[in-house]
């Protein structure tokens, strides 16, 4: 992430006017101006990609895929065109190899289960992360479950980050993939994936990137990555929600069975024998939400004007002032302090409940989130029950900052000082 900040300058971007786009940010809360903190959740949706959708909606709406009137094809047109779109914004090598899920946890059941079915015998191993979100454990968890498999876990270090030589410690001939977040939802860690991957390769074991929280914040290439399957939301990414991107090989793609039944994902039915639509369409059964992937295109495009590595610089930037001003307040303990670290900010005080500083900033209309992140077993190894969670986006500005590090100083006072 950092690498992706280096060479470009922000000064070009009017970050500023930018965060006119987003109406949602205009208004009012509890009598204070909105200040957006709860971007790693969902982040908010310009104009442009609410008027995409709603265009559509209005003017365009028609089921996809072998409609033989107008208004299929031009539906069919549009949402395609997100394929070749998502291609191009992660440089995968082909659009066959996009498929559309509803999201990133939809994504990394479906290489749990597909994947798992033809490439998982009993005593093999799946490896993650101490780090991970509840998505990508759970869904090994049930596969190593009904595969007759372990799940094997590396270890973080204090600062949240992987511990290289356990790391390597724990690849070996019965690891059947490695499934790894590429930024820590909870922590803000920027996993070295391109490292790991390489290693993981060198002994021929195939390896998913969970990147929901790394699409939205920095340029991602898949082929340089060298990626086997790389899952995310649209709803981090200025899209809507209920869609995601799995990018996966064709190589494996093209021998892993369907994970859903039903329409579109056919060549022929008969109830003697059913054979399968081509990749990626097997693994897309039923109507999709259309409306979802055209405005999934939508926010590419809104993206990409801006530039993914112009926002990750001035992403950084943000991080880097508001680490400053956070450090600052007393009794305030930053948890994930790794070196290369995404907009996120988890902190907390040993005498005030996470729940109670969120809720003191709500009064303030400062939305951050609160709790374990769905990320429980991160909790633990930090042993704390809960943080409260500041997660930044490139609307924000230094203002919001200052407005949040003040807020926290209020709850301070009301539940310290
Ligand atoms: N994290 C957060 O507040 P879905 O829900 O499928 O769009 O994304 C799941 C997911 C998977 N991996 C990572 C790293 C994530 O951060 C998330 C979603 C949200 O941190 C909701 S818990």
Known sequence: MAEAAQSISTEKVDFDKIRKDFPVLQQQVKGHPLVYFDNAASSQIPSQVADRIDNYHRNEHSNVHRGIHTLSQKATDSYEATRKKVRDFINAGDKDEIIFTTGTTDSINLVANSFCECYVEQG???LISEIEHHANIVPWQMAAEKHDAKLRVIPVNDDGEIIWDEYLDLLNENTAILAIGHVSNALGTVHPVKKMIEAAHQRHIPVLIDGAQAVPHSAVD??????????????????PTGFGILYGKKK??????????GGDMIDKVSFEETTYNITPHKFEAGTPP?????GLGAAIDYLSDIGMKNIALYEQELLEYATDELLNIDG?????TAKDKASVLSFVFDDIHATDIGTILDQQGIAIRTGHH???????RFDIPA???????????????????AGIKEAKTFFVD
Request: charged letters at 25%.
């Open 124 to 126: 093999d191993e799946i």
């Open 290 to 294: 259309i409306a979802a992937g055209i």
């Open 387 to 405: 943080t409260a969670r500041a997660s930044i986006s490139f609307y924000n500005n230094k203002k919001d900052i200052d407005r949040l590090v």
């Open 222 to 239: 898949v082929q340089d990555l060298d990626a086997d399957f790389y899952a995310f939301s649209a709803h981090k990414m200025c899209g």
């Open 374 to 380: 769905c990320a429980q077993p991160t909790m633990r």
């Open 332 to 336: 305030l303990r930053i948890i994930g």
């Open 252 to 261: 494996y793609l093209d021998e892993m069975p369907p994970y859903r039944g």
